[in-house]
């Protein structure tokens, strides 16, 4: 099955640097990479989410890359705000509906004020 | 609206005993989920449902029964609850080409 693997497992950055969390995948039948926000005690929220047909997309302060060929994508937060501070998760799949997801094992991610 | 409850939202029971977990979707989503996350947040899916139909059951313990009366709804049984099973548990529904929406999760707590 499907394995994803995810670094680092904490980051600290201080406010208005950049933060980039890493993924891997597996699976090359895989064709959906959502990214997932978990503040504490609360649900995970979707951020930003992309498919194999690109390989880039951007949301405002947050982007994500994907390269297929190194089974590669990647978060890219920029001018981080204190808010930003939470757990954040990679995840794969193949295809966006009935497939479960395949989750990294989450950053903590600290925004120093 | 919340789009995916569940309920209760904390259940704090002793070892050997049944409980249940309930979620419902209102967004109209075919595909409903049980995700268990653990103490060290990892994210990890149990079953998925489609259209009241079990495609997805992954290796869990048989003291695990899910049940989908119908699409919208899609409840967890747990059987003998061990201590290993405190964790939070998330249910999560989609539609097919759309992203997975979470429930608030029910922390379960064995003692």
């Known amino acids: 099955g499907e394995n994803v693997e995810q670094h680092p497992s904490t980051l600290s950055v201080q406010e208005g640097d950049s933060a980039v969390i890493k993924c891997t995948y597996s699976?090359?039948?895989?064709?959906?990479f959502p990214w997932y926000k978990q503040e504490l005690g609360k649900r995970p929220q979707l951020i930003i989410d992309?498919?194999?047909?690109?390989g880039e997309k951007k949301d405002q302060r947050i982007a994500v890359t994907l390269n297929k060929t190194a089974k590669h994508f990647s978060l890219h937060i920029t001018e981080t705000q204190p808010e930003d501070s939470a757990v954040y998760f990679c995840?794969?799949?193949?295809?966006?509906?009935?497939?479960?997801?395949?989750f990294g094992s989450g950053t903590r991610l600290q925004v120093q004020p | 609206d919340t789009a995916v409850s569940q309920t209760p939202k904390y259940l704090v029971t002793q070892m050997g005993n049944d409980k249940s977990i309930k979620c419902e979707q209102n967004l109209g989503h075919d595909t409903m989920y049980w995700y268990k996350q653990d103490s060290k947040k990892f994210l990890k899916i149990m079953f998925s449902?489609?259209?009241?139909?079990?495609?997805i059951n992954e290796t869990v313990p048989n003291r695990f029964s899910p049940k989908s009366p119908d699409k919208a709804h899609l409840n967890l049984h747990i059987n003998s609850l061990e201590l290993g099973d405190s964790a939070v548990y998330f249910c999560a529904s989609s539609q097919e080409g759309q992203a997975q929406h979470f429930g608030d999760g029910t922390r379960l707590s064995i003692l």
């Open positions: 995840a794969a799949s193949i295809g966006t509906g009935r497939r479960a997801l395949t």
């Open positions: 449902y489609n259209n009241k139909e079990l495609i």
């Open positions: 992309i498919r194999s047909n690109v």
């Open positions: 699976d090359s039948a895989s064709n959906y």
